[in-house]
């Protein structure tokens, strides 16, 4: 059964610093993985969708990485702003219908101004 | 309408009642889907519809739940005796007809359920 687990579960930084989030997966047979933000009391907005076949995805100060053989993935924030404060989610999709997409539980970041 | 649509936004109900939420995807989105977020939890898959093919209801946690969608667009999802353990955040997604997994997901902003 496939496993998503994001790190660290929370994540505070001054305003304008460049960070990373880490998603990992445990089977590395996937179709592709989506990175999501989740903003308080609203629902999840698809940030970048990477293909198997693809190692990385960029949207403005956004940029995702895949490492599929690794199962691992990146999502890079450039110059933060107290803007991108929110959850960001990863999810996978190993296949196999509905049930096939995995969700991870989020890392909560907060950008201070 | 732009986005997915979801109603209530809030919905408290007492222990034993039945309770509908509605959703409303974007217009061309054959795919729906609807996740139950719990605090501190992932999503948790619920149902699933594409089209006019059987839905996939492998993820409802019990038969106390069930969805039906008419006419390929909005969809209810019906809770009949809620308990306790049903208090969750109740979210839709739509997507375009295209291979699962292929196609982002948008979501609506969900169904904040309190069961009292």
Known sequence: KQEVTQIPAALSVPEGENLVLNCSFTDSAIYNLQWFRQDPGKGLTSLLL??????EQTS???NASLDKSSGRSTLYIAASQPGDSATYLCAVYSGGGADGLTFGKGTHLIIQP | GAGVSQSPSNKVTEKGK????????????????WYRQSLGQGLEFLIYFQGNSAP??????????????????????TIQRTQQEDSAVYLCASSLPVGYGDSPLHFGNGTRLTVT
């Open chain 1, 50 to 55: 990477i293909q198997s076949s693809q190692r």
């Open chain 1, 60 to 62: 403005g100060r956004l």
């Open chain 2, 18 to 33: 039945d309770v509908e939420l509605r959703c409303d995807p974007i217009s061309g989105h054959t795919a729906l889907y």
């Open chain 2, 56 to 77: 996939d209801k492998s993820g409802l946690p019990s038969d106390r739940f069930s969805a039906e969608r008419t006419g390929g667009s909005v969809s209810t999802l």
